[in-house]
C-alpha cells in the first residue's frame, strides 16, 4: 500500500535555484528518509530524519518533519545540473522489532535542472 | 564502501520460462529485500528477509517466490514468468543498527522484459 506521496510530481528549475519537494503519508510513523534515483539506476540513501526530529541537514539538503501534519519536505539548495533525478520519500512506519522495518515508497518526484 | 550487486542490468525472458535475479551483498547486513518499480505506481514491496532461510511476503508476492541460503545472497524467482512481470526490479540490504538508523543500500536494478 502507498503510504507517501510525493509533491509535486515533475519540477523544473534553472540550475542556482532552490527545488522543494513535499512528501505527505498516512499513518504514524518511526522515521521518514529521502533516497534519489538516477534514470534507470538504483535508489541512493539521501537523509533520514527520526519521527521526533523537525529538521536535518546534510549539505545542500535540508529535511523538515512535521508529524501533526504527517508531511515532510526536502530542499536542495543552490540547484545543480547534477541534480537532476527522481526525488522519492520513504517512510518506515513497521511495528516490528528493534532495527528491521520495512519501507513504504512514495511515487517520486522528478526533478529537472536546467543548466 | 558498501555494494549491493544485481546480477544482470537487463534480461529479456520468454513467457512461462522459470527466470532467477540475483542479488548479492558484501555488507553483511542483516535485511534484504526486493522491489518491483512501475511507472505510475512507485516501488512496491514483494519479499523480505531478516534472516537466512528466513522469508516474508511484501505487498505484491504473487507469481514471485525468494530464495536466501546465505546472509549476502537473495534470489529473486519468477516461476513462470509472465508479460504483467515486466518491470524493473530493485534490490536493497539493510543493516540492522540500534535505532532504526541505517537506510536500504539499493542495487542498480535489472529491467526485465517478458515477450
Known amino acids: 500500500s502507498q503510504q507517501g506521496e510525493e509533491d509535486p510530481q515533475a519540477l523544473s528549475i534553472q540550475e542556482g535555484e532552490n527545488a522543494t519537494m513535499n512528501c505527505s503519508y498516512k499513518t504514524s510513523i518511526n522515521n521518514l528518509q529521502w533516497y534519489r534515483q538516477n534514470s534507470g539506476r538504483g535508489l541512493v540513501h539521501l537523509i533520514l530524519i527520526r519521527s521526533n526530529e523537525r529538521e536535518k541537514h546534510s549539505g545542500r539538503l535540508r529535511v523538515t518533519l512535521d508529524t501533526s501534519k504527517k508531511s515532510s519536505s526536502l530542499l536542495i539548495t543552490a540547484s545543480r545540473a547534477a541534480d537532476t533525478a527522481s526525488y522519492f520519500c520513504?517512510?518506515?512506519?513497521?511495528?516490528?522489532?528493534?532495527?528491521?522495518?520495512?519501507?513504504?515508497f512514495g511515487k517520486g518526484t522528478k526533478l529537472s535542472v536546467i543548466p | 564502501d558498501v555494494k549491493v550487486t544485481q546480477s544482470s542490468r537487463y534480461l529479456v525472458k520468454r513467457t512461462g520460462e522459470k527466470v532467477f535475479l540475483e542479488c548479492v551483498q558484501d555488507?553483511?547486513?542483516?535485511?534484504m529485500f526486493w522491489y518491483r518499480q512501475d511507472p505510475g505506481l512507485g516501488l512496491r514491496l514483494i519479499y523480505f528477509?531478516?534472516?537466512?532461510?528466513?522469508?516474508e511476503k511484501g505487498d505484491i508476492p504473487e507469481g514471485y517466490s525468494v530464495s536466501r541460503e546465505k546472509k549476502e545472497r537473495f534470489s529473486l524467482i519468477l516461476e513462470s514468468a509472465s508479460t504483467n512481470q515486466t518491470s524493473m526490479y530493485l534490490c536493497a540490504a539493510q543493516l540492522v543498527g540500534r535505532g532504526r538508523d541505517y537506510g536500504y543500500t539499493f542495487g542498480s536494478g535489472t529491467r526485465l522484459t517478458v515477450v
Open positions: 520513504a517512510t518506515d512506519a513497521s511495528l516490528s522489532g528493534a532495527g528491521s522495518y520495512q519501507l513504504t
Open positions: 528477509s531478516y534472516d537466512v532461510k528466513m522469508k
Open positions: 555488507m553483511d547486513h542483516e535485511n
